[in-house]
């Protein structure tokens, strides 16, 4: 053995070397070779009866797996499951909102039957049980849509040809193709997207799509996103146009979420979680028919009735914090308005104001929140409240609020770019067992946000 070779330290320190030296696809070159090298031996030693349905197989992945329309093909999927869940869910949330808030009014009823004190009364059933129901109101339907449906596509086989076609945006990233599946997750719940990178194999790998994937807008960011578009974007376009440029900024801020998606990605890849990137096998599995059992179970038990119960339990201190902020007052003001004031320096530097930073505070918890908290401070109610239609809400935001087109494209910046809800914190916490980088997945897109809200403020008062 060579004397510079003699020890393992030095061993180790040459293979880094000529690791160097390689071409930047070497792996890709061995892996190719290996898969090639072992379909030649199969179809020398394996007879088949028929080749039909690979051959069928081979022909959609020519389409499916295209340069040309592999992307545009996944965008249009995935735009089409979105608008189902979204057109889907108004009528179920508009029943279970129905029922739970009827329930609160006949509880809140029986109380004051028995002479309970009012506070009792408001703190339990239009604080705690309000925040409770608000929550599972708009958060149950479109899971229970998008969850059967995206395990649909896992159980096709579809999925794995969504991170093939991804993987080369990931790859630039210095993350993993197989990435492109838990963000697609992301859309549902973004705890749900973090549990769905176990499929990752590399730590390093899996901790950078763990830490990034709030930067996909989950279903409770959703009716934030649907509202601003509406209020501000569609109003600007005929009738007949107005529901599809509504549609095309929530798409827009999306994608923009994405792009956010890769370039944390590539920033943690380039300094905490510095490493070489874990070569990419994928052997694309047969098309297959999906089993209603296995769909049924994957979707409802495993997912969306997991996730809500972690939301749940972060709603009822929520809730309770709302009623507290909106019915103690100091100086004859709310401690919500107080707190609002105080915000409000910070939220002028980034575009937005006082009351929208206290909604996105209490919101932790959950994100679909957002709204009534901020219907509720705005009006002065002492509960959380919700405007009937889109012109009510706008009459209130712009006339009345002073808002501008530069709150709604903040809000919505902030809306995609802002930290965790506490399920997807919680989430993180469980998966690495790290409080450190549990830290780090809560605050990058917190300062994201911040940094990014306050340059569109800054240039778009210097420019308009």
Not at 401 to 414: C, E, I, R, S, Y
């Amino acid at each position: 053995m060579s004397k510079s070779l003699s020890t393992p330290q030095n061993i180790l320190d040459r293979s880094d070397q000529l690791r160097r030296a390689l071409d930047g696809d070497f792996r890709d070159q061995v892996v190719s070779s290996l898969y090639g090298e072992a379909q030649r031996i199969a179809e020398r030693a394996v007879r088949r009866d028929s080749s039909n349905k690979w051959d069928l197989d081979q022909r959609i992945d020519r389409i499916v797996t295209s340069p040309v329309f592999g992307l545009p093909m996944m965008i249009l999927i995935l735009a089409a499951i979105f608008w189902v869940t979204i057109l889907g869910a108004n009528y179920p949330s508009a029943m279970i909102a129905s029922a739970l808030f009827s329930l609160e009014h006949q509880a809140a009823l029986l109380f004051e039957s028995w002479g309970v004190p009012d506070w009792i009364t408001g703190f339990l059933w239009h604080g705690v049980f309000r925040g409770l129901a608000w929550v599972v109101s708009v958060m149950l339907p479109p899971m229970a849509i998008f969850f059967p449906m995206f395990t649909i596509l896992e159980d096709l086989g579809y999925l794995p040809r969504v991170a093939f076609n991804m993987d080369w945006l990931f790859r630039k990233a210095g993350a993993h193709g197989k990435q492109a599946l838990s963000m697609a997750m992301g859309f549902g719940c973004n705890a749900a997207g973090i549990i769905a990178t176990r499929v990752i194999d590399s730590p390093r790998e899996r901790l950078i799509a763990i830490l990034t994937n709030n930067f996909v807008p989950c279903n409770g960011r959703f009716p934030t996103l649907i509202m601003l578009a509406t209020i501000f974007v569609a109003v600007d376009f005929p009738p007949v146009f107005a529901s599809i440029a509504a549609a095309g900024a929530v798409v827009g801020v999306v994608l923009i979420g994405v792009v956010f998606t890769l370039l944390s990605s590539w920033m943690l890849a380039q300094t905490m979680l510095q490493g070489e990137a874990s070569a990419f096998t994928l052997e694309l599995p047969p098309y297959r028919r999906p089993s209603i059992l296995r769909i049924l179970y994957t979707s409802l038990i495993d997912r969306t009735i997991f996730v809500l119960g972690r939301a749940v339990m972060t709603a009822i201190p929520a809730g309770a914090v709302i009623w507290i902020l909106a019915n103690i007052e100091a100086g004859g003001t709310s401690l919500a308005q107080h707190v609002a004031s105080f915000l409000d320096p910070l939220g002028y530097a980034i575009g937005l104001d006082g009351v929208i930073l206290l909604a996105y505070v209490i919101a932790i918890p959950a994100n679909e929140i957002v709204v009534p908290t901020l219907m509720m401070v705005y009006l002065g109610a002492d509960l959380m409240t919700e405007l009937t239609s889109f012109d009510e809400i706008r009459a209130l935001l712009v006339d009345q609020q002073g808002w501008t087109l530069l709150t709604a494209v903040n809000l919505m910046l902030f809306s995609v770019l802002h930290n965790p809800c506490a399920t997807t914190i919680l989430t993180i916490w469980r998966e690495t067992r790290s409080a450190r980088w549990t830290t780090i997945g809560a605050l990058m897109p917190l300062i994201f946000a911040f940094v990014v809200t306050f340059l569109v403020a800054t240039l778009w008062r210097a420019l308009v």
